[in-house]
């Protein structure tokens, strides 16, 4: 029984673990989609990430299910409880990652003059590393690596120096060409969301580090 019991706890762990894999997939697609509808004006690709949205929101859904069901069943203790707990609010860091690439995708639309606008290369360089640090922390969470973990945590300061960059660029726009001050506007809403996506990858990373070895990480380590 006491074996029984163990494996069938091992299953829901694993298949909590690959719902956390499928909505980090789902998140990645739509960080990558939404820059490059934005850059390329495609509204149509853009819908996609907004209707593919609502897959991310089940997902969590089934996730937080899933998690109240194994804190009522099993009473998990230590670093199975840790597990169980990081995936919970993983999932909804995941989600919210989901929700900024939507807002990106949404604002597709009202920008105009995509040619005009040299901060557009900024907000895809910067797209891609914030894409690139959801990707790494979720291969660190797969892998339960907290030191790969700590790496995505410290690559955040990079995103907030582009979002600066960003920031500034556009506003310098704006006042040398009032005509477009409402798609830069639109713009600098990306860049703020794009600043969030890496702040959420950094959250996960901190959870990523708090499973792995039962504390977040302090300033004096990183």
């Known amino acids: 029984m006491v074996e029984h019991t163990v494996k069938a706890f091992d299953e829901d762990i694993t298949r909590l673990r690959g719902l956390i894999a499928e909505m980090g997939g789902l998140a990645e697609l739509a960080i990558q989609e939404a820059?490059?509808?934005l850059v390329t004006g495609n509204e149509e690709l853009a819908q996609q990430v907004v209707d593919r949205d609502k897959k991310l929101d089940r997902l969590e859904g089934e996730i937080d299910a899933m998690v109240?069901?194994?804190?009522?069943l099993r009473a998990p203790l230590a670093d199975d409880l840790r597990e169980i707990i990081a995936a919970l609010k993983i999932a909804g860091m995941v989600e919210r990652i989901g929700d900024y690439s939507k807002n990106i995708a949404k604002r597709v639309g009202r920008i105009e003059g995509r040619g005009r606008f040299e901060?557009?290369?900024?907000l895809a360089s910067m797209g891609e590393l914030a894409a690139e640090m959801v990707h790494d922390v979720l291969t660190a969470y797969a892998a339960r690596d907290p030191l790969s973990a700590r790496e995505v945590i410290e690559r955040d300061a990079k995103v907030d120096a582009f979002y600066d960059?960003?920031?500034?660029?556009?506003?310098?726009?704006?006042m040398e060409n009032p005509a477009t001050i409402s798609s830069a506007a639109q713009l600098l809403f990306v860049?703020?969301?794009l600043e969030r996506i890496g702040d959420h990858a950094t959250n996960?990373?901190?959870m990523v580090h708090f499973a792995a070895v039962g504390h977040?990480?302090?300033d004096i380590e990183r």
């Open 216 to 218: 977040y990480p302090t």
């Open 165 to 174: 960059s960003v920031f500034r660029n556009l506003v310098t726009h704006m």
């Open 68 to 72: 109240v069901r194994l804190l009522a």
């Open 35 to 37: 820059l490059e509808a």
């Open 191 to 193: 860049a703020r969301n």
């Open 204 to 206: 996960v990373a901190e």
């Open 119 to 122: 901060p557009l290369t900024l």
